[in-house]
């Protein structure tokens, strides 16, 4: 099969931090054109937005979504539409209800759509995921607490109706719990704090439980400044399973096991080549419902403005 021939939409913060590198690090792919209103690649075939891409005589099989969450769903209705296979930052969307019409237009295109969940290529998911299903689990754990005004500088999306706020990086975790868990799990209280000033909360305190009565808390706050914690404990019978950095290391009763470098975005295209050669499409927006339910069941508090 030749190259898939991509073009990336919205060339901002993670189309650089990561995209980038990890297509020219995956066979199979080749970077040929960017769509971004404010910048640009040399040696590419450059265009202001995806339907001036689609319009152009430039030959493309799939695209890559890096844009806001907000309008993402034009964006990809207009590729899968035109016959391309689409790749979703995540979150996939802005709404449930929109999601799952991609993957049916996704479907009666005949093209592949995935719906990507990098935190879920972190080093020590997989593992932690055989280990679990193996064990008796009494209770879990998140602490996922970061500086926004570190990761996040000068992201006015972020911070409106569909950016998620303190879910964009809380998002991260549900996609590993999600995926790690044996048992599904569904939200049973959540505390929304919003900055006075800001349409997304700043910080979440969630508990969900399992179908057998498993607790499971989450804690996610924007406002931590010095060490960042990006943690999943999890309590079982047989000992404690650890995963801290995000999913890349793995403690087990007390022991480090896995300790590794980062190759998330690169799983990720290797996959996404993997399934538009065998035309599947790979869509798990559980992730997104629990961030859906944590709005629609969350109880709000007003806290402090938020100033960048
Ligand atoms: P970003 O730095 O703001 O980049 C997004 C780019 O999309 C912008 O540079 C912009 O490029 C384009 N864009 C198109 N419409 C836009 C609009 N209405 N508002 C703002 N930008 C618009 O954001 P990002 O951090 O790369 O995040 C993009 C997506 O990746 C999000 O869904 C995020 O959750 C996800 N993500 C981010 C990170 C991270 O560490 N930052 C990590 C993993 C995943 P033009 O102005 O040139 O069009």
Redesign the pocket.
């Known amino acids: 099969m030749p190259n898939i021939r991509l073009a990336i939409v919205?060339?901002?913060?993670?189309?650089r931090?990561?995209h980038l590198g990890a297509i020219a690090a995956t066979d199979g792919i080749d970077l040929v054109a960017v769509a971004?209103?404010?910048?640009s690649l040399e040696n590419i075939h450059c265009f202001p937005d995806i339907d001036a891409l689609l319009a152009s005589d430039v030959d493309v099989d799939a695209v890559s979504l890096?844009?806001?969450?907000?309008?993402r769903f034009e964006q990809a209705r207009a590729a899968l539409m035109a016959g391309k296979h689409v790749m979703l930052?995540?979150?996939p969307g802005a709404t449930i209800a929109e999601v799952f019409a991609l993957e049916a237009l996704a479907r009666k295109q005949g093209v592949s759509l995935f719906a990507t969940w990098?935190s879920r290529e972190a080093a020590a998911v997989e593992p932690a995921r055989r280990l679990l299903a193996e064990r008796r689990i009494q209770s879990v754990e998140v602490e996922w607490k970061e500086d926004v005004r570190h990761?996040?500088p000068g992201?006015a999306?972020i911070w409106e109706p569909g950016g998620l706020g303190v879910f964009?990086p809380g998002i991260n975790a549900l996609s590993i719990v999600t995926r790690i868990m044996p048992e599904s799990f569904h939200l049973v209280s959540s505390e929304l704090s919003f900055p006075a000033n800001r349409a997304a909360p700043i910080a979440a305190d969630l508990e969900f439980q399992t179908a057998s009565g498993t607790p499971i808390k989450a804690a996610f706050d924007w406002r931590q400044t010095g060490p960042q914690t990006w943690d999943i404990r999890v309590s079982t019978q047989e000992g404690d399973v650890v995963l801290t950095h995000g999913g890349s290391r793995l403690i087990v009763n007390g022991e480090a096991q896995i300790v590794e470098e980062d190759r998330e975005y690169r799983s990720l295209y290797k996959h996404f080549v993997d399934l538009v050669s065998s035309k599947r499409s790979d869509t798990d927006f559980s992730p997104l419902v629990h961030v859906a339910d944590a709005f629609m069941l969350g109880r709000r508090n007003v806290v402090e403005s938020f100033e960048d």
């Open positions: 919205g060339l901002g913060k993670i189309a931090d990561q971004s209103r404010n910048a890096c844009t806001p969450p907000q309008g930052e995540k979150p990098h990761w996040h992201q999306w964009d």
